[in-house]
């Protein structure tokens, strides 16, 4: 469906944008001769959208912009996450669309294993002992002490590219993974054993380690709720790299206040920035990271990689995108 219109290289002009995200300035290190520019914010995004070709963002879309800037043949997403995009009103403009799938896979599966790493050998309470000068000294209660991977049970919830990643990593520290996905017949050798979704439920209590990875859609909202932390062993660990919304938030917190379960890494929250009046702030038994489980020194070049290959597909007349959504 390549628009007859798509404009060549030597036509077209890129909108960047991102609140942080140096995407404009990675892209001109190439010295391709494109002309582009890069926004800061809505506002910005909103007033110059119309005069892009191609927008490449994430946060700062809005759909709003099918309407208000005609100009636009295709819409590169900055990150992985699609719920901010309407692919059904893309498809109506005859605009594509697709994510930025992969641009951060490693770097999420890895962020997902510090975390993991982290609460396992109890480094939060190492850096709070190191900042009072207090040398801890050795512990009696085996239950309390730092503990090993080895042999314990990862269940994966999402087995794309990043749950597909950290299976492998989780594989090299000798832990046993179980994955869940929509579709388990195909996508899911990484894992030791794949399921359907729809046995979660019968899977939780197996789990060492539970680690969201999947996508936020109408079936994964809330999908982690009072019911699967009723399920989940006391002595489970919570990893949600995915989506604030995949876990019901008051259920967590009841959770972990309660002993529910052993503890959550958290990169992401319902509400972001994460609210003063949080509980989470202060429950001892979670580890908060600010949603950057993505955000590398390599992300920007990451992001271009993929836009140029979707560019250089349109040119040469492709119909199929590299992350097509539309």
């Not at 609140?19 to 890069?38: K, M, S």
Request: glycine fraction near 6%; include cysteine; hydrophobic fraction near 45%.
């Amino acid at each position: 469906m390549t628009s007859p219109t798509f404009p060549s290289r030597e036509e077209i002009t890129i909108c960047f944008g991102h609140v942080a995200y140096q995407l404009a300035e990675a892209f001109a290190r190439r010295d391709l001769g494109i002309n582009h520019f890069q926004v800061w914010n809505g506002d910005d995004m909103l007033t110059r959208a119309g005069e892009a070709d191609v927008v490449v963002a994430s946060g700062l879309w809005s759909n709003d912009l099918l309407d208000t800037a005609p100009r636009i043949r295709f819409v590169q997403s900055a990150s992985a996450g699609m719920d901010k995009f309407d692919a059904d009103w893309f498809r109506a403009k005859s605009v594509r669309l697709a994510s930025g799938q992969g641009a951060n896979e490693r770097a999420v599966a890895e962020h997902a294993m510090a975390l993991i790493l982290s609460l396992t050998r109890l480094i939060p309470e190492a850096c709070a002992n190191q900042h009072a000068k207090r040398w801890r000294g050795m512990i009696s209660d085996p239950t309390i002490r730092e503990d090993e991977l080895g042999g314990k049970t990862m269940l994966i919830v999402g087995m794309g590219r990043i749950g597909s990643r950290l299976a492998t990593l989780a594989k090299a520290f000798d832990l046993n993974v179980v994955a869940v996905k929509r579709d388990p017949s195909r996508g899911g050798e990484a894992a030791h054993e794949v399921h359907a979704q729809a046995k979660l439920h019968e899977l939780l209590p197996q789990a060492d380690i539970v680690a969201l990875t999947c996508p936020l859609t109408p079936e994964t909202e809330n999908l982690i709720n009072a019911e699967a932390f009723a399920a989940m062993k006391p002595s489970a660990h919570l990893i949600n790299v995915a989506r604030g919304k995949v876990v019901d938030e008051p259920a967590l917190i009841s959770a972990l206040q309660s002993g529910q379960i052993a503890a959550a890494g958290i990169d992401c929250t319902v509400e972001e920035p994460l609210p003063e009046s949080s509980p989470l702030w202060s429950i001892e038994n979670a580890l908060i990271t600010p949603h950057t489980a993505g955000e590398t020194r390599r992300y920007e070049d990451n992001v271009v990689d993929i836009l140029m290959d979707n560019l250089e597909r349109m040119w040469r007349g492709e119909t199929e995108l590299r992350n097509q959504v539309v």
